[in-house]
């Protein structure tokens, strides 16, 4: 069974940097492109970026292009979305998610809330 | 303001059928058959429910249906049921500097 199980919810202050995780299991870790969905409170969702952990190929929204880092780390089997400094307007769930681009999103994690509050 | 355009809310009577419209451009889904449509119930992650316009996945109903006519998506969803009340979001492949991009959603409720 394909599982993504992401870290635990966080509350951080402005400022803070922030790195967040997605662990994958019951699949091909190497093989299938890893993304990051943001949901702010309230609103829709908006597709971040993706990494293909097989050699590291990353690619980024414009919107979110230089504001936030997108990792991998093969040896065990988990993405990471990081944030050097964070802003009240980060607030928001962040879904892991297996496939994007030209592959549906079958399979998500189970959703990470960052709370940024001073 | 989202790259796709979904109505904010649509609603049904039990049995009914709905279509929830996705407007995009030539550069999102009238480009390219990999549209998709997710299901997102509150607290909840999204599921997916339909894939390359119009395929759906192991275990989805056949009452849930994708087409697409130029740069319009659209998810229909026949014989209406209570746990159909949810939020949808179609979502489109955009070219290499893009990426992907998400409808604003539309919120369905089911009277």
């Known amino acids: 069974e394909v599982q993504l199980v992401q870290s635990g919810a966080e509350v951080k202050k402005p400022g803070e940097s922030l790195k967040i995780s997605c662990k994958g299991s019951g699949y091909s870790f190497t093989s299938y492109w890893i993304g990051w969905v943001r949901q702010m409170p309230g609103k829709g969702l908006e597709w971040m970026g993706i990494i293909y952990p097989g050699d590291s190929d990353t690619r980024y929204s414009p919107s979110f292009q230089g504001q936030v880092t997108i990792s991998a780390d093969k040896s065990i089997s988990t993405a990471y979305l990081q944030w050097s400094s964070l802003k009240a307007s980060d607030t928001a769930m962040y879904y892991c998610?297996?496939?994007?681009?030209?592959?549906?999103?079958?399979?998500w994690g189970q959703g990470t809330l960052v709370t940024v509050s001073s | 303001q989202s790259a796709l355009t979904q109505p904010a809310s649509v609603s049904g009577s039990p049995g009914q059928s709905i279509t929830i419209s996705c407007t995009g451009t030539?550069?999102?889904?009238?480009?390219?058959?990999?549209v998709s449509w997710y299901q997102q119930h509150p607290g909840k992650a999204p599921k997916l429910m339909i894939y390359d316009v119009s395929k759906r996945p192991s275990g989805v109903s056949n009452r849930f249906s994708g087409s697409k006519s130029g740069n319009t998506a659209s998810l229909t969803i026949s014989g209406l049921q209570a746990e159909d009340e949810a939020d949808y979001y179609c979502c489109s492949y955009a070219g290499s500097s893009t990426y992907v991009v998400f409808g604003g959603g539309t919120k369905l409720t089911v009277l």
């Open positions: 030539s550069s999102d889904v009238g480009g390219y058959n990999y």
């Open positions: 998610a297996r496939g994007g681009m030209i592959e549906p999103i079958q399979h």
